[in-house]
């Protein structure tokens, strides 16, 4: 049961206590600081951090390691583009507690699709991790072409 309640750590609780279905929120709870009372009154079964709100990666990695100390899974909020795919994708290769990739409906517009030389996704059920520099991905010439340029001086 995805995001039953906004983000409130007593609200899911009580959803929590009066379901017997796995809850799964925290694309709107930003910190690992954020995240402890809903560890620690076990309301979240499924914590799906958004690497473009929770500061990030480093931040993102620990908040999933604390998920796991609770034994939570983790299912990375990816609502963009390729670059977040890429960068969800590395991530939920590095940590123990991952469930499931999500592919949201902002991955498939082409607009998006063409931002990037590497277009990843999922090959009969499954995605491929990427192998290259980096998080795996580069803009196009032609965005960085189309993109506004500023100079700070």
Same mark, same amino acid.
């Given at each position: 049961?995805?995001?039953?309640?906004?983000?409130?750590?007593?609200?899911?609780?009580?959803?929590?206590?009066?379901?017997?279905?796995?809850?799964?929120?925290? !694309?709107?709870?930003?910190?690992?600081?954020?995240?402890?009372?809903?560890?620690?009154?076990?309301?979240?079964?499924?914590?799906? #951090?958004?690497?473009?709100?929770?500061?990030?990666?480093?931040?993102?990695?620990?908040?999933?390691?604390?998920?796991?100390?609770?034994?939570?899974?983790?299912?990375?909020?990816?609502?963009?583009? #390729?670059?977040?795919?890429?960068?969800?994708?590395?991530?939920?290769?590095?940590?123990?507690?991952?469930?499931?990739?999500?592919?949201?409906?902002?991955?498939?517009?082409?607009?998006?699709?063409?931002?990037?030389?590497?277009?990843?996704? #999922?090959?009969?059920?499954?995605?491929?991790?990427?192998?290259? #520099?980096?998080?795996?991905?580069?803009?196009?010439?032609?965005?960085?072409? !189309?993109?506004?340029?500023?100079?700070?001086?």
């Amino acid at each position: 049961f995805e995001e039953p309640t906004i983000p409130n750590h007593d609200l899911m609780k009580y959803v929590s206590s009066h379901t017997t279905l796995p809850l799964a929120a925290g !694309e709107r709870i930003y910190t690992r600081w954020q995240y402890r009372p809903y560890f620690e009154n076990g309301s979240i079964q499924v914590i799906q #951090p958004d690497l473009g709100n929770c500061g990030g990666l480093t931040e993102g990695k620990k908040i999933c390691d604390m998920g796991h100390i609770y034994d939570t899974t983790a299912q990375i909020h990816v609502c963009g583009g #390729p670059i977040m795919t890429a960068a969800s994708l590395q991530l939920e290769a590095a940590i123990p507690n991952f469930a499931i990739h999500e592919l949201h409906r902002y991955a498939l517009l082409e607009g998006n699709r063409r931002t990037c030389k590497y277009d990843y996704m #999922p090959v009969n059920g499954k995605y491929q991790i990427p192998d290259l #520099p980096g998080i795996g991905q580069e803009l196009t010439d032609e965005c960085i072409a !189309e993109s506004p340029k500023v100079t700070v001086k």
